[in-house]
T-cell receptor, first 113, second 112 residues
Framework: KQEVTQIPAALSVPEGENLVLNCSFTDSAIYNLQWFRQDPGKGLTSLLL?????REQTSGRLNASLDKSSGRSTLYIAASQPGDSATYLC????????????FGPGTSLSVIP | EAQVTQNPRYLITVTGKKLTVTCSQNMNHEYMSWYRQDPGLGLRQIYYSMNVEVTDKGDVPEGYKVSRKEKRNFPLILESPSPNQTSLYFCASSFLPNQPQHFGDGTRLSIL
């Protein structure tokens, strides 16, 4: 059964720092992996989606990488800002597009001005 | 504006009283899904639908029903709610499962 973990559970950094969030999954046979952001009391916002055939995706200050063989993905945030404070979740879609989506528990990020 | 709309946003009800949480999207998406979010357990998928009249179980389908009679709507039905279904529920949609999902703002259900 697929399990997704995220380290660290919480992170506090000063504004301007570059940071890395980690996501690990136990079954490397995935269809894709998505990174989301969740603000308190809100729904999720999709940040980046990496297909199983891709190694990374970039959007602005965000870069996500995928290493299927080792069951890992990282989300790199450059030059962090207070507005980046939120919970970040990764989710894997199973072996096919018809499979379940499994979420990690999330990393709570605080960027201190 | 492209959006996923859930109703109600908040509901307090009692054990055994049937309820329906509606979900509607205006993006002509094929794929729709329901999740529940609980402290310490994270987000877990309840049901998903690849298209009209096509639904499948996620990780935690027990106690829930869904239907997909129209592409835009994907209601979540609790026939006989119980207190362990107290949770924050999210509906999401995308064109295909391999594309980014759009989430609704959530429905907070409390079952007494």
């Amino acid at each position: 059964k697929q399990e997704v973990t995220q380290i660290p559970a919480a992170l506090s950094v000063p504004e301007g720092e570059n940071l890395v969030l980690n996501c690990s999954f136990t079954d490397s046979a995935i269809y894709n992996l998505q990174w989301f952001r969740q603000d308190p009391g809100k729904g999720l916002t999709s940040l980046l989606l990496i297909q199983s055939s891709q190694r990374e995706q970039t959007s602005g200050r965000l870069n996500a990488s995928l290493d299927k063989s080792s069951g890992r993905s990282t989300l790199y945030i450059a030059a962090s800002q207070p507005g980046d404070s939120a919970t970040y979740l990764c989710a894997v879609n199973g072996k096919t597009s018809y499979d379940k989506v499994i979420f990690g528990p999330g990393t709570s990020l605080s960027v201190i001005p | 504006e492209a959006q996923v709309t859930q109703n109600p946003r908040y509901l307090i009800t009692v054990t055994g009283k049937k309820l329906t949480v509606t979900c509607s999207q205006n993006m002509n998406h094929e794929y729709m899904s329901w999740y529940r979010q609980d402290p310490g357990l994270g987000l877990r998928q309840i049901y998903y639908s690849m298209n009209v009249e096509v639904t499948d179980k996620g990780d935690v389908p027990e106690g829930y029903k869904v239907s997909r009679k129209e592409k835009r709507n994907f209601p979540l039905i609790l026939e006989s709610p119980s207190p362990n279904q107290t949770s924050l529920y999210f509906c999401a949609s995308s064109f295909l499962p391999n594309q980014p999902q759009h989430f609704g703002d959530g429905t907070r259900l409390s079952i007494l």
